[in-house]
């Protein structure tokens, strides 16, 4: 009897050590990965029926510009987070396009989410100092975007402009920040 309750006693204070250890508030790379091929594989090329859609966007890229280093302020991981969250608002409409597939859609959807809900933890640890100008390029970009697709009456031309520059903005990061993102087994 005393040996099981030791046995149970061990396993228990295992699993309390395993869980309580602290988890890296951080954006996880994987996800902005499999965020961007999604958001590429959903809808396929840009199609030439569009071409008169398109529009220039000035990408922000200073919102996501890195003082020194390889890594990213705090500041600059905010801008990736309220990257997400400008996403998330965006596809939050009933108004989606048809035309795409409708599983990945979903599926981007879902992860976009998830990686807001686990990312909340970086806001209190926000270096304010340089912040307001990298959230208002933010602003500015997904304001001109929400345009778009106010203007064009979110018809489906107007979604894959969206999505034009959206993979460009996860492009982006991926390639200048990916320094900044959490990367399991990264090889």
Known sequence: MAIQIITWMSAFLCLVQV???????QLKGQLVRTTQN??????????????QDNVFMEFPAT???????PQLSSSGAKAIYETLKNIDTLFGTD???????????????????????????????????DYPIRAEGLKTYFGNIAAVLKEKKFSYCAWEVVRKELLYTLEFILKHNSDSLLWSNRT
């Open 38 to 51: 999604l958001l590429r594989d959903m809808g396929g090329h840009f199609p030439m029926e569009c071409l």
């Open 63 to 69: 919102a996501f510009a890195t003082s020194g280093g």
């Open 19 to 25: 869980f309580s250890m602290p988890m890296p508030c």
């Open 95 to 129: 108004e989606l396009p048809t035309m795409w597939d409708q599983q990945k859609l979903e599926y981007f959807q879902n992860i976009v989410y998830r990686q807001i809900e686990e990312s909340k933890c970086m806001m209190s640890s926000v270096d304010t100092s």
